[in-house]
């Protein structure tokens, strides 16, 4: 829990959280660790006070360093020191309401190794005194950064209420290297490392309450950077893009070489356009499967098969971006102009639903567990 000038919440947090809450959960030893960014309001003698009645409360003062920064120090600290399995990220100004704490607990203890604090699942809420824009706000700049990262199954990316096991995804992660330390937008992309070590991420509803005192430090500055860090690592994967547009190429290939063929041997015209294409979705399947998602390759004769289906369907939907879009611009520039308006229609319009598609649907690398199985009982 990081604090800096929280005085007058610190106390009654800790009352609550250790003093209520901790006591709650039976089956896991749970400690709250503050570091304070050396705040001039006397922040840290007032948690030194609450040490003395509770032992499982510790502190960390140290330099102001920015938020992510301080969450690292925090982090390495529970690591080393305290020998923590799992350590979880919470505010202390009361805006993640420590009731929320046990369920993301149980869901850690049922299997999950990255738990997040969603605002925007069924349960989860932002303040309804927020006026409309600053509600807008929040939701499509998480919209965005949704489908930056290619992330649309996960509901909120930006929160600052997450729980993170040790052990194969927090260790795994360069922490000194983590973008944008000082700021809120470290956030994204320690979500985006942990989410790619986790097998098993789950989300759960949390009621993100307003502010009690004073106003946010979030502000437009913090915003640009989140947005920054979104779009770095949505193009850290052009690689995958690259190997994907080769594929794409070699395919159009396929389609026009045996399209020739077909046509050179008198096919009738459905089944020249129809074998020619189908030849070459065959070939963007083998080449994607076995080069461009190679670590998510599909494997299994049953799979492949439920996945090859799955992919012709997806091809259709292609077809039928194709038909409507094309139809449309033979309306609006006419049919003379078409093919200026095909390079367009596949770049802008087929590629980026294709890419989508693959990532999202097809060669899907990650597991999320829906948010129904949050009140399971602890095993
Ligand atoms: N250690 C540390 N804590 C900070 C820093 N900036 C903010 N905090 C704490 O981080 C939490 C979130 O900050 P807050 O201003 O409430 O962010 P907001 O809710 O997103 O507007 C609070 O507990 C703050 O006291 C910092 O630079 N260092
Ligand atoms: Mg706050």
Do not use: C
């Amino acid at each position: 829990m990081p604090t800096f000038n929280e005085a007058e919440n610190i106390g009654p947090m800790i009352e609550e959280l250790v003093g209520k809450e901790f006591a709650k959960i039976t089956n896991a030893d749970m400690h709250l660790l503050v570091v304070d960014a050396n705040s001039p309001d006397g922040t840290a003698k007032v948690v030194q006070e609450k040490q003395r009645k509770f032992k499982r409360l510790h502190l960390l003062v140290k330099k102001k360093a920015g938020l992510g920064a301080d969450y690292i120090a925090g982090f390495k600290y529970a690591m080393s020191k305290l020998k923590a399995d799992a350590v979880m990220e919470m505010d202390a100004d009361g805006q993640h309401p420590p009731r929320f704490v046990k369920p993301m607990v149980e869901a850690y203890l049922n299997g999950a190794d990255y738990v997040i604090g969603s605002r925007y699942i069924t349960g989860g809420s932002i303040p309804k005194e927020w006026a409309f824009f600053r509600k807008f706000v929040s939701f499509t700049g998480n919209l965005f950064i949704r489908l930056v990262l290619l992330k649309p199954r996960l509901h909120d990316l930006t929160t600052g209420f997450r729980l993170t096991k040790v052990k194969g995804v927090l260790d795994q992660i360069d922490l000194d290297s983590i973008m944008e330390p000082k700021r809120f937008a470290y956030k994204v992309d320690l979500l985006y490392q942990s989410v790619k070590n986790a097998k098993n991420v789950k989300e759960v509803p949390l009621e993100f309450v307003p502010r009690t005192k004073e106003k946010s430090k979030f502000d437009t500055r913090e915003m640009i950077s989140t947005f920054k860090v979104a779009i770095i690592l949505g193009i850290k994967d052009k690689a995958k893009f690259l190997k994907f547009a080769t594929v794409g190429f070699i395919g159009y290939l396929v389609n026009a070489s045996t399209l020739l063929l077909f046509t050179k041997r008198q096919f009738p015209g459905p089944l020249a356009w129809g074998f020619s294409t189908e030849l070459a979705i065959i070939n963007n399947f083998i080449f994607n499967n076995i080069w461009t998602f190679k670590s998510e390759k599909i494997t299994g004769l049953q799979k492949l098969m439920y996945k090859f289906l799955q992919f012709n369907m997806t091809s259709a939907g292609a077809l039928v971006i194709q038909i409507v879009f094309g139809s449309l611009s033979d309306i609006l520039f006419g049919v003379a102009y078409r093919q200026l308006a095909l390079p367009f229609i596949i770049l802008f319009l087929v590629l980026p639903y294709n890419y989508f598609m693959y990532n999202m649907v097809i060669w899907k690398s990650w597991k999320l567990r829906g948010a129904k199985k949050i009140n399971n009982p602890i095993p």
